[in-house]
């Protein structure tokens, strides 16, 4: 997709966009820069739609935002973060962010983004694409690149995100060198507040690929930092000739992200119990005398465990409690078929699931 092309497509959307087409006038009217960036011009590049509404304003912001908060008719509040100062406001359920480059200038506040993917522009008044770091070009090789050398050192969680952009866009890898530096700035993940790990880690479950994604995470030394609680799972083996419990959990996590329900809140459930459903097994390890693992009341332990991860990520109550349930009953399935499920047994394994059969 060319410069040109995603300048059109974009200019489509801009127009059907009645959030965009206010931000645009005001725009217009008051002489100021405005750029919607990130999300929404990557993915009208890759052909996919996109709600995300985050901008960027240089000159003339001040008076930009008092437009839009007069034609919106609501009040946005503006906060700082990392240097950077963002005015917020959210319509019809719709968040918008402006990020205010007035003083560092629109080329500056591209090149301080994650990776050049992300560091495009959609300028909506002359509708032209700003581009200082060749996004563009980079995500047409499918390639992640950093808009200079120092961005994962200035915020950690992008080496986290190149895992999640890993996940997202399958056909991506990294540039040459940047999974050494992911590799490097890995162990400062632990320094990153935990609700950003957080969301973090729920967006590469919620891509097409997570398992992709996981993988990247073990690779690159990021799963201590993130989830300690599954790093023993790459050196546990469930037998001779078997992948370690950690493959077998990516691969079941693979096999889960094939199914799509139709409530995205759903798939997160599945896709979390999926990830720790095997989490006890390092704890529960034990050799028989016949030589074999056994890993007798790892479900149990493990719904424990699930409920203590899930509870320092910070997640939601009815989350934790319907991952844990699923950790505690996945064994269930596998029984009931070995030993002959009658329906009063698949009756009573959709009561405790509570809805999550």
Same mark, same amino acid.
């Given at each position: 997709?060319?410069?040109?092309?995603?300048?059109?497509?974009?200019?489509?959307?801009?127009a059907?966009?009645?959030?965009?087409?206010?931000?645009?006038?005001?725009?217009?009217?008051?002489?100021?820069?405005l750029l919607?960036?990130?999300?929404a011009?990557?993915?009208?590049?890759?052909?996919?739609?996109?709600?995300?509404?985050?901008?960027?304003?240089?000159?003339g912001s001040?008076?930009?935002?008092?437009?839009?908060e007069?034609?919106?008719?609501?009040?946005?509040?503006?906060?700082?973060?990392?240097g950077?100062?963002?005015?917020r406001?959210?319509?019809?359920?719709?968040?918008?962010?402006?990020v205010?480059?007035?003083?560092?200038?629109?080329?500056?506040?591209?090149?301080?983004?994650?990776?050049?993917?992300?560091?495009?522009?959609?300028?909506?008044?002359?509708?032209?694409?700003?581009?200082p770091t060749?996004?563009?070009?980079? %995500? +047409?090789?499918?390639?992640?690149?950093?808009?200079?050398?120092?961005?994962i050192?200035?915020?950690?969680l992008?080496?986290?995100?190149?895992?999640?952009? %890993?996940?997202?866009?399958?056909?991506?890898?990294?540039?040459?060198g940047?999974d050494?530096?992911?590799?490097?700035?890995?162990?400062?993940?632990?320094?990153?507040?935990?609700?950003r790990?957080?969301?973090?880690?729920?967006?590469l479950?919620?891509?097409?690929?997570?398992?992709r994604?996981?993988?990247?995470?073990?690779?690159?030394?990021?799963l201590?930092?993130?989830?300690? +609680?599954?790093a023993?799972?790459?050196?546990?083996?469930a037998?001779?000739?078997r992948?370690?419990?950690?493959?077998?959990?990516?691969?079941?996590?693979?096999?889960?992200?094939?199914?799509r329900?139709?409530?995205?809140?759903?798939?997160?459930?599945?896709?979390?119990a999926v %990830?720790?459903?095997?989490?006890?097994?390092?704890?529960?390890?034990r050799?028989?005398?016949?030589?074999?693992?056994t890993?007798?009341?790892?479900?149990?332990?493990?719904?424990?465990?699930?409920d203590?991860?899930?509870s320092?990520?910070?997640q939601?109550?009815?989350?934790?409690?319907?991952?844990?349930?699923?950790?505690?009953?996945?064994?269930?399935?596998?029984?009931?078929?070995?030993?002959?499920?009658?329906?009063r047994?698949i009756?009573?394994?959709?009561r405790?699931?509570?809805?999550?059969?």
């Amino acid at each position: 997709m060319t410069a040109d092309a995603t300048a059109r497509r974009l200019a489509r959307r801009a127009a059907r966009d009645p959030l965009l087409r206010v931000l645009r006038d005001a725009a217009a009217s008051t002489g100021a820069e405005l750029l919607l960036v990130g999300g929404a011009v990557r993915d009208a590049a890759l052909g996919r739609e996109c709600r995300d509404l985050d901008l960027v304003a240089g000159r003339g912001s001040k008076r930009l935002l008092e437009a839009v908060e007069t034609r919106l008719g609501t009040r946005g509040f503006r906060f700082r973060k990392r240097g950077v100062t963002t005015w917020r406001t959210s319509v019809a359920g719709r968040e918008i962010d402006v990020v205010d480059a007035a003083r560092r200038g629109i080329d500056a506040d591209l090149r301080r983004r994650d990776f050049t993917i992300n560091a495009v522009g959609y300028d909506l008044v002359r509708r032209r694409i700003v581009d200082p770091t060749r996004g563009l070009r980079d %995500l +047409e090789r499918g390639v992640l690149r950093l808009p200079r050398r120092d961005a994962i050192a200035d915020d950690p969680l992008r080496a986290l995100r190149a895992a999640r952009f %890993l996940a997202r866009l399958p056909d991506a890898r990294l540039a040459a060198g940047l999974d050494r530096e992911v590799a490097r700035h890995a162990g400062r993940l632990r320094r990153v507040s935990i609700e950003r790990i957080r969301d973090e880690l729920d967006r590469l479950l919620g891509s097409p690929d997570p398992a992709r994604g996981l993988r990247a995470i073990a690779r690159l030394g990021m799963l201590p930092a993130v989830l300690p +609680e599954l790093a023993p799972t790459t050196t546990c083996v469930a037998g001779a000739g078997r992948p370690s419990v950690w493959e077998h959990t990516v691969l079941a996590v693979e096999a889960a992200s094939r199914r799509r329900s139709r409530d995205p809140a759903d798939d997160l459930v599945l896709r979390w119990a999926v %990830l720790l459903h095997d989490v006890a097994k390092p704890e529960t390890l034990r050799i028989d005398p016949s030589g074999r693992p056994t890993f007798h009341g790892h479900e149990v332990l493990g719904a424990r465990r699930a409920d203590a991860i899930l509870s320092r990520l910070r997640q939601p109550r009815s989350l934790r409690r319907r991952v844990a349930r699923l950790v505690l009953h996945h064994l269930r399935p596998h029984h009931l078929v070995e030993s002959g499920a009658t329906p009063r047994a698949i009756r009573r394994l959709a009561r405790d699931l509570e809805g999550d059969a």
